[in-house]
T-cell receptor, first 112, second 115 residues
């Protein structure tokens, strides 16, 4: 247990539905990251927050994706109008410095 | 884009043997990190080696870095069944804000340690 928690751990949804994931980072960590991992691949960067500011978004993050980090604490990642191609493991990580990142257990999304 | 690439893609060994995994990357880095991922779980940070270091040890782990060849290796000595996992190298990429705040990962090496 790294201290980063994610909820839910698993989500099964039908195509076209909206889903929201939550990440609770280690409390003193001001940096928070979202990654997506598909089967057989390494994690791919989606977006990054420093405190409450979203400083970068990957081109992987289409208009259907939105992430927030109100008050610089927990973060949410919402996917609207889900597609089968969104099926993946969504990983959250936090860090205090620009090196080691602490990852949560991930949320596995299955879109039917 | 994926910066690092691990080799081999899969490795199967017997308990007690050593396991070596390699990572090659493309651009200049200031550090390189290795992570472990058990099946269906999150990633666990193993070790970080900075660009001015050539070798680093942590328990049964030994990491080397050759910046001239843009490569790194992870050696796990006296492997155990519990070491069965995917191993990823990760390198930071500099963002537009001037700080390297995102990691890029390879596809990983799947290590299987047979009891």
């Amino acid at each position: 247990d790294t201290g980063v928690s994610q909820d839910p751990r698993h989500k099964i949804t039908k195509r076209g539905q909206n889903v929201t994931f939550r990440c609770d980072p280690i409390s003193e960590h001001n940096r928070l990251y979202w990654y997506r991992q598909t089967l057989g691949q390494g994690p791919e960067f989606l977006t990054y927050f420093q405190n409450e500011a979203q400083l970068e978004k990957s081109r992987l993050l289409s208009d259907r994706f939105s992430a927030e980090r109100p008050k610089g604490s927990f973060s949410t990642l919402e996917i609207q109008r889900t597609e089968q191609g969104d099926s993946a493991m969504y990983l959250c990580a936090s860090s205090l410095r620009e090196d080691e990142q602490f990852f949560g257990p991930g949320t596995r999304l299955t879109v039917l | 884009s994926q910066q690092g690439e691990e080799d081999p893609q899969a490795l199967s060994i017997q308990e007690g043997e050593n396991a070596t995994m390699n990572c090659s990357y493309k651009t200049s880095i200031n550090n390189l990190q290795w992570y472990r991922q058990n099946s269906g779980r999150g990633l666990v940070h193993l070790i970080l080696i900075r660009s001015n270091e050539r070798e680093k040890h942590s328990g049964r782990l030994r990491v080397t870095l050759d910046t001239s060849k843009k490569s790194s290796s992870l050696l796990i000595t006296a492997s155990r069944a519990a070491d069965t996992a995917s191993y990823f190298c990760a390198t930071p990429l500099w963002g537009s804000g001037g700080s390297n705040y995102k990691l890029t990962f390879g596809k990983g090496t799947l290590l299987t340690v047979n009891p």
